[in-house]
T-cell receptor
């Protein structure tokens, strides 16, 4: 139990479907992150939220839409995805994103997404 | 260019043996160097975080070292156990709060 829960754990969807990934953290953290992890590639940061405000969007295609209603919940809304979007999507949280922050990120176990 | 390179890509060792994983980083301005362990089907778990002023940090049987001059870090695992089988990811953080991830070393411990 890492304190960060992601649902669903697995998701198979067609390219025309709309689905959402959910992340919830029980650690009292103020920062939350979405990452994409593809085989044999480094983790790719997608979005960062600090105190519910989006502070970073790493040139992510608009077919990925994040939502952070409060500091404990983070969603990733998906629509018209492409086969290359198949990957493990990881959510993480940390105390905050302060400059020179030496705090660890706590990761969920991810959603394995497959696009047909 | 900010980047993190890890070696080897994969490693197989016998249970009870020690091993060392390597990480070369080019991260500027440097803030800290992190090691994570990622079990198959799970998210990464933080092992150590070292700042510029720290050259070694331990977490149980895991010991990380940092050489800021050569921009190298290593993760030493002592008396390996089957549960150490995982991917180990090195991450460099800049002062601007950007994280740069390596591709990981896949460690397999066999009985």
């Amino acid at each position: 139990e890492t304190g960060v829960t992601q649902t669903p754990r697995h998701l198979v969807m067609g390219m025309t479907n709309k689905k959402s990934l959910k992340c919830e953290q029980h650690l009292g953290h103020n920062a939350m992150y979405w990452y994409k992890q593809s085989a044999k590639k480094p983790l790719e940061l997608m979005f960062v939220y600090n105190f519910k405000e989006q502070t970073e969007n790493n040139s992510v295609p608009s077919r990925f839409s994040p939502e952070c209603p409060n500091s404990s919940h983070l969603f990733l809304h998906l629509h018209t995805l492409q086969p290359e979007d198949s990957a493990l999507y990881l959510c993480a949280s940390s105390q905050d994103t302060g400059v020179y922050s030496n705090q660890p990120q706590h990761f969920g176990d991810g959603t394995r997404l497959s696009i047909l | 260019k900010n980047q993190v390179e890890q070696s080897p890509q994969s490693l197989i060792i016998l249970e009870g043996k020690n091993c060392t994983l390597q990480c070369n980083y080019t991260v500027s301005p440097f803030s800290n160097l992190r090691w994570y362990k990622q079990d198959t089907g799970r998210g990464p778990v933080s092992l150590t975080i070292m700042t510029f002023s720290e050259n070694t940090k331990s977490n149980g049987r895991y010991t990380a070292t940092l050489d800021a001059d050569t921009k190298q870090s290593s993760l030493h695992i002592t008396a390996s156990q089957l549960s150490d089988s995982a991917s180990y990811i090195c991450v460099g953080q800049t002062g601007a709060n950007n994280l740069f991830f390596g591709t990981g070393t896949r460690l397999t411990v066999i009985p």
